[in-house]
């Protein structure tokens, strides 16, 4: 009985000491503005703060799920080719770029979109005791966390249009000029 207690006890505090490991993700930028039916993105920076455990990258998502008024969101580093692995206390630091496809994740605003959407951007990973790229890895042996989660606040914006933004210039300088010239008419009593 008293084995079993003490095995118990000892998986609960492996859970626990599992649990408090955790990936620190930082954004940049953390808002990000495009006009409406453009495509804009996030680099990111990430940090395995875990000192035994290799970091495997799963995927990514914007949350809370976007309104498809608003716009998509698109995995970028979740959707490689090759694995995205950071070994114990490194940090891998990447800026999002259209062309090669880099950073985590972009945004596309929809043609009707307005204002600004918040969340978070949601990166999804599991931790492994060995190296998922060595030669002795064992997926089902070196598993000490198949689904953990980083998190960082973010926004995309809906950004006026050019036209838009030169309509408005133009109407304010249209009411700026009216007001100018009411002022230099004498008022009559």
């Known amino acids: 009985m008293k084995n079993n207690f003490k095995f118990l006890c000892a998986a609960a505090a492996t859970l626990l000491a599992t649990a408090t490991q955790a990936a620190v993700l930082t954004l940049s930028p ?4 495009a006009e409406p039916g453009q495509t804009t993105g996030w680099g990111f920076s990430l940090f395995n703060d ?31 080719a090759d694995w995205v692995i950071l070994a114990p206390l490194a940090t891998l630091a990447e800026a999002y770029d259209a062309v090669l496809r880099t950073g985590i994740g972009e945004f596309s605003v929809a043609p009707s979109a307005d ?21 002795t890895f064992d997926p089902d042996q070196n598993l000490v966390n198949p689904d953990a989660t980083a998190a960082a606040r973010a926004s995309a914006t809906a950004l006026p249009e050019p036209g838009t933004l030169s309509l408005l210039g ?20």
């Open 170 to 189: 133009i109407a304010g300088a249209g009411l700026l000029a009216l007001r100018r010239r009411q002022a230099r008419q004498p008022r009559n009593a």
């Open 50 to 80: 875990d000192a035994s455990n290799y970091l495997l990258v799963t995927g990514s998502e914007f949350a809370p799920g976007v309104p498809s008024a608003f716009g998509s969101y698109t995995d970028l580093l979740g959707a490689r």
């Open 115 to 135: 204002g600004t959407l918040d969340g978070q951007v949601l990166l999804h990973y599991a931790l492994f005791s060995a190296d998922p790229n060595g030669p």
């Open 30 to 33: 953390a808002g990000i503005g």
